[in-house]
């Protein structure tokens, strides 16, 4: 699963928090706390790397 590219869905999208962000997921209306800034930096920026593990 590592080894695997990632991206964040087109049905996700980030709200920016002081704690880091909210994941909200347009089809099933889940809302996730994504609770550290770091987290959410790797997140924004998976679509950039080869695999999972070099993100």
């Given amino acids: 699963m590592l080894e695997e590219p ?3 869905s087109p049905s996700v999208a980030l709200r920016p928090e002081p704690f880091g962000a909210l994941a909200y997921h347009f089809g ?3 809302l ?3 609770k ?3 987290l959410v930096e ?3 920026l998976l679509e950039q790397h ?3 593990g070099s993100a």
Avoid: D, G, Q
């Fill in 36 to 38: 550290r800034p770091e």
């Fill in 6 to 8: 990632w991206t964040l």
């Fill in 32 to 34: 996730t706390f994504l």
């Fill in 42 to 44: 790797v997140v924004r």
């Fill in 28 to 30: 099933n209306r889940k």
């Fill in 50 to 52: 080869p695999r999972l």
